[in-house]
């Protein structure tokens, strides 16, 4: 993981909760969901809201967005390729902290 990516997933891990519901799918969908706004928002992509969910992930990864660009000052400046390497590793390093490295068993209990 770079050093950018390793900042931004510290400020994530401090400071949100929405990678960190009760089930395996749940954290997996969320932090898809969010991430994957957070790279469009900051490479000016455009984003598709079309269900209730897509527009909570929208609205977390605005609110993200915003933190990020208070922050971590090199967002700002940052070209497209930097920024979405920045976010892959990130979130490559929140799957495997919040779900692959999980001690929690239940996480993965199929009868929730």
């Given at each position: 993981?770079?050093?950018?990516?390793?900042?931004?997933?510290?400020?994530?891990?401090?400071?949100?909760?929405?990678?960190?519901?009760?089930?395996?799918?749940?954290?997996?969908?969320?932090i898809e969901g969010v991430m994957d706004r957070v790279k469009a928002l900051l490479t000016n992509?455009?984003?598709?809201?079309?269900?209730?969910?897509?527009?909570?992930?929208?609205?977390?990864?605005?609110?993200?967005?915003?933190?990020?660009?208070?922050?971590?000052?090199?967002?700002?400046?940052?070209?497209?390729?930097?920024?979405?390497?920045?976010?892959?590793?990130?979130?490559?390093?929140?799957?495997?902290?919040?779900?692959?490295?999980?001690?929690?068993?239940?996480i993965r209990w199929n009868f929730y």
């Open positions: 993981m770079t050093d950018k990516a390793k900042e931004i997933f510290d400020y994530i891990q401090q400071r949100c909760l929405w990678q960190t519901h009760s089930r395996e799918w749940d954290r997996r969908n969320n992509e455009e984003i598709i809201n079309n269900t209730l969910l897509e527009k909570a992930y929208y609205a977390d990864a605005k609110v993200l967005v915003s933190q990020l660009k208070e922050h971590i000052a090199w967002i700002k400046e940052a070209k497209n390729e930097e920024i979405t390497s920045a976010l892959d590793g990130a979130k490559d390093e929140l799957f495997r902290v919040f779900i692959d490295k999980c001690l929690n068993g239940e």
